[in-house]
């Protein structure tokens, strides 16, 4: 399908939508307009879509904690491992220096690879405190050794810098299942049935951990020493609702 075919058809669901009164008006953190954010389907994690910027849910939610809890980010220089999407574009255009990276198995860390920095969040190819900011969305519940990225984002990071990020926290869960995990030959060892999400550069990528809410900040400060704790609201007028809209705030001490 082209893009634009792809365009008229989510402009026919959001026009169908709209006509079901599954849709209300806001201001978009996203795109920074005024729009119409539309139920096109029951996940609304996935399907409550700004009209103007199809962005969903934890986009807009990124944004809105970036904004209330470090509202200085645009002077900041931000590093975004594996960005994607309409929030990633919005904090690449403000920002006063934004890397964005893509992990490709097999190609050189720090190379260029199809117009990307290839950057593996295992391990790093920048110095200690590069960054005033680490932005991540929807990655670590697919990072094999969560234990080394964290710990590397808090090299990387300056004292007193933020990791800010989104992923998937599961309520009814008291304690975090791995579903994977690196085998003693360095491949990946599959613990549970395997599961995979869309991913801007691949074909699907493989979940390794579902994040208890009661474990994963004690996790973070015991393998990285940050400090972490949760960012929620629902707030329809900014197009926030819906499942696991947790972001998270890690700071360097
Ligand atoms: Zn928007």
């Not at 920095?117 to 005033?132: I, K, M, N, P, Q």
């Not at 300056?158 to 491949?187: I, K, M, N, Q, Y």
Request: aromatic residues 8%; contains cysteine; proline residues 6%.
């Amino acid at each position: 399908m082209t893009g634009l075919a792809r365009k008229a058809l989510a402009l026919q669901r959001y026009v169908a939508a709209a006509a079901r009164g599954k849709a209300n008006a806001g201001s978009c953190p996203a795109c920074g307009h005024r729009t119409l954010f539309v139920e096109v389907g029951p996940w609304l994690r996935d399907q409550y879509r700004c009209l103007r910027c199809q962005s969903v849910p934890r986009h807009r939610a990124l944004l809105v904690a970036l904004e209330e809890e470090l509202p200085d980010w645009r002077t900041r220089t931000v590093l975004e491992p594996a960005f994607s999407g309409p929030a990633s574009s919005r904090i690449a255009k403000e920002a006063a220096s934004y890397t964005g990276t893509h992990f490709f198995p097999g190609v050189e860390r720090g190379a260029v690879h199809r117009g990307f920095r290839v950057e593996d969040l295992h391990e790093l190819t920048f110095a200690d405190g590069s960054f005033d900011l680490v932005v991540t969305q929807d990655v670590f519940e697919h990072v094999l050794e969560p234990d080394r990225a964290f710990a590397e984002i808090a090299r990387v990071l300056r004292p007193g810098g933020a990791h800010v990020f989104t992923v998937p926290v599961w309520p009814d869960l008291t304690e975090s299942v791995v579903r994977a995990r690196r085998g003693s030959d360095g491949a990946v060892e599959h613990v549970l049935p395997q599961m995979f999400h869309g991913d801007p550069v691949s074909n699907g990528a493989l979940v390794v951990t579902d994040w208890a809410p009661a474990d994963l900040l004690a996790y973070i400060e015991d393998v990285s020493g940050m400090s972490s704790r949760y960012w929620r609201v629902v707030d329809r007028s900014r197009g926030i609702d819906g499942e696991h809209l947790e972001v998270v705030l890690s700071r360097k001490p």
